[in-house]
Antibody
């Protein structure tokens, strides 16, 4: 069974940093692109970032470019999202999602909540 | 990276059919046959219902179907059931390995 489990969320002050993790199991992690998608409380889904299967290529939404860094450790079957210079508008549940054919998000984690507040 | 446009809400009675539309631009929906649709129940993770415009993943009811015309994609749900009540999001490839979501449509089954 495909499983994606996010962790690392919590309360952080504006300007602070946080690193999210996404632990994968039940499939060959190194064969898949993985994405981060976020959802602010009561709002819609917003694409954040993606990384290709070997970690050599990344893309970001304009709203997080230069502040967030996506990475992966295929030996540990784990995806990361380093979030710096956090703002109140980054408050959201962050989901990791596996994609096939690079752009179809077929499996999602349960999400981890990040709250940016003083 | 502007969000795709979806109507905020739609409703229908059990057994009826409804269609949810998703309007993008020639840079996303109009350029690629790579629109996905997701169903999200409150407090749950999104679930893939349609991919590549009209394909259904294994296990998804054939009551769900997708189509596209120009810059607008559509999700049709036939034979509405109470469990279909949820939020629905479209998502399109937008070039340069990026994705863009719609704002979501809340489906109410009356």
């Amino acid at each position: 069974e495909v499983q994606l489990v996010e962790s690392g969320g919590g309360l952080v002050q504006p300007g602070g940093s946080l690193r999210l993790s996404c632990a994968a199991s039940g499939f060959t992690f190194s064969n898949y692109w993985i994405h981060w998608v976020r959802q602010a409380p009561g709002k819609g889904l917003v694409w954040v970032s993606r990384i290709n299967s070997d970690g050599s290529s990344t893309s970001y939404a304009d709203s997080v470019k230069g502040r967030f860094t996506i990475s992966r450790d295929n030996a540990k079957n784990t995806l990361y999202l380093q979030m710096n210079s956090l703002r109140a508008e980054d408050t959201a549940v962050y989901y990791c999602a596996r994609s096939f054919a690079t752009v179809t998000l077929d499996s999602w984690g349960q999400g981890t909540l990040v709250t940016v507040s003083s | 990276q502007s969000a795709l446009t979806q109507f905020a809400s739609v409703s229908g009675s059990p057994g009826q059919s409804i269609t949810i539309s998703c309007t993008g631009t020639s840079s996303d929906v109009g350029s690629y046959n790579l629109v996905s649709w997701f169903q999200q129940h409150p407090g749950k993770a999104p679930k893939l219902m349609i991919y590549e415009g009209s394909k259904r993943p294994s296990g998804v009811s054939n009551r769900f179907s997708g189509s596209k015309s120009g810059n607008t994609a559509s999700l049709t749900i036939s034979g509405l059931q109470a469990e279909d009540e949820a939020d629905y999001y479209c998502c399109s490839y937008a070039g340069s390995s990026t994705l863009v979501f719609g704002g979501g449509t809340k489906l109410t089954v009356l």
